[in-house]
C-alpha cells in the first residue's frame, strides 16, 4: 500500500511532542490519549484510525499545499510498529498508576525517544516486525 512518508514522519512527531509534553507537565492523562490513538492505528490501520496521519492528509498537506511524498511500504509494518509503541504506553500508564512513577515516566520518554527516531526514517518497531517476517514466517 501507497503511504504519504511526510504523514507517517508527521505522525511520529506528533507523538514525540505530545509524549514530551506529558513528561514535562507530568500529566499521565496525555500519555493515556497518545496510547489509544496507537491503539487505534495498530487495530484498524494508520490510513484508516491513525488520527496524526489523517490530520496530515486531510488538513496539514491541502492546507499548505505540500507534496505528496508516496512509498510502498506494508500495512502490518505499520500496524505492529504502532501496536508495539500502543503496548509500551499502556504499560507506562499501568505503572504510574501502581505507583511506579519513574518507572512508567522512563518508558515514556524511551517510546519518544523511539518515536524522533522513526520521524526521520529510522522505525526500530517495522525493523522488529521485518526481523519476525523473515525468520518466522516461511514462504510456501
Same mark, same amino acid.
Given at each position: 500500500?501507497?503511504?504519504?512518508?511526510?504523514?507517517?514522519?508527521? $505522525? @511520529?512527531?506528533?507523538?514525540?511532542?505530545? &509524549?514530551? *509534553?506529558?513528561?514535562?507537565?507530568?500529566? %499521565?492523562?496525555?500519555? *493515556?490519549?497518545?496510547?489509544?490513538? %496507537?491503539?487505534?492505528?495498530?487495530? !484498524?490501520? #494508520?490510513?484508516?484510525?491513525? &488520527?496524526?496521519?489523517? +490530520?496530515?492528509?486531510?488538513?496539514?498537506?491541502?492546507?499548505?499545499? +505540500? *507534496? !505528496?511524498?508516496?512509498?510502498?511500504?506494508?500495512? =502490518?509494518?505499520?500496524? /505492529?510498529? @504502532?501496536?508495539?509503541?500502543? #503496548?509500551? =504506553?499502556? +504499560?507506562?500508564?499501568?505503572?504510574?498508576?501502581?505507583?511506579? @512513577? !519513574?518507572?512508567?515516566?522512563?518508558? #515514556? &520518554? +524511551?517510546?519518544?525517544?523511539? !518515536?524522533?527516531?522513526?520521524?526521520?526514517? /529510522? $522505525?526500530?518497531?517495522?525493523?522488529?516486525?521485518?526481523? *519476525?517476517?523473515?525468520? /518466522?514466517?516461511?514462504?510456501?
Amino acid at each position: 500500500m501507497l503511504y504519504d512518508i511526510n504523514g507517517t514522519r508527521f $505522525c @511520529q512527531g506528533t507523538i514525540t511532542l505530545f &509524549l514530551l *509534553i506529558s513528561y514535562f507537565l507530568n500529566w %499521565m492523562p496525555l500519555t *493515556i490519549l497518545v496510547a489509544l490513538v %496507537m491503539w487505534a492505528g495498530a487495530v !484498524s490501520g #494508520v490510513e484508516k484510525a491513525g &488520527l496524526f496521519y489523517l +490530520l496530515y492528509i486531510k488538513l496539514i498537506r491541502p492546507v499548505f499545499k +505540500l *507534496i !505528496s511524498v508516496e512509498k510502498e511500504r506494508d500495512p =502490518l509494518e505499520l500496524r /505492529f510498529a @504502532q501496536g508495539l509503541g500502543a #503496548v509500551f =504506553l499502556t +504499560l507506562a500508564a499501568t505503572l504510574f498508576y501502581l505507583g511506579l @512513577q !519513574s518507572f512508567a515516566w522512563i518508558i #515514556v &520518554l +524511551l517510546v519518544a525517544a523511539l !518515536s524522533f527516531l522513526a520521524a526521520f526514517g /529510522f $522505525c526500530l518497531g517495522a525493523i522488529i516486525y521485518v526481523g *519476525i517476517k523473515k525468520t /518466522f514466517i516461511r514462504r510456501v
